[in-house]
């Protein structure tokens, strides 16, 4: 069974930085897709970013890319979320996901372990 325990929301300031993290147990996690994605009140869970286990490979939502970097660390087995010139419109619970098998990145139902969420409110 994996296990999926995000760290590092919080409240910010608009322009503020903040990163998140996501330690991830139970499985061998070199061989997962990674992603991160958040859920804004009212509103569908929605793709953030994802990182490939082969390759490395790095996919962003329009919406945060060139603000946002996703990164992954096998050592640790962590999978992290830098989040720079945050805006308001990123408050959201954000939830980190690991992806075994195949389906696209970008669909929340691709993801077969999914972490508790964490916060992250930006305020104006």
């Known amino acids: 069974q994996v296990q999926l325990v995000e760290s590092g929301g919080g409240l910010v300031q608009a322009g503020g930085s903040l990163r998140l993290s996501c330690a991830v147990s139970?499985?061998?996690?070199?061989?997962?897709?990674m992603g991160w994605f958040r859920q804004a009140p009212g509103k569908e869970r929605e793709f953030v970013a994802a990182?490939?286990?082969?390759?490395?490979?790095?996919y962003y939502a329009d919406s945060v890319k060139g603000r946002f970097s996703i990164s992954r660390d096998n050592t640790k087995r962590t999978v992290y979320l830098q989040m720079n010139s945050l805006k308001p419109e990123d408050t959201a619970v954000y939830y980190c996901?690991?992806?075994?098998?195949?389906?696209?990145?970008?669909?929340?139902?691709?993801?077969?372990?999914w972490g508790q969420g964490t916060q992250v409110t930006v305020s104006s």
């Open positions: 996901a690991c992806r075994l098998y195949s389906g696209s990145l970008h669909i929340p139902g691709s993801y077969d372990g």
């Open positions: 139970g499985r061998s996690f070199s061989s997962l897709d």
């Open positions: 990182v490939t286990w082969y390759g490395g490979s790095t």
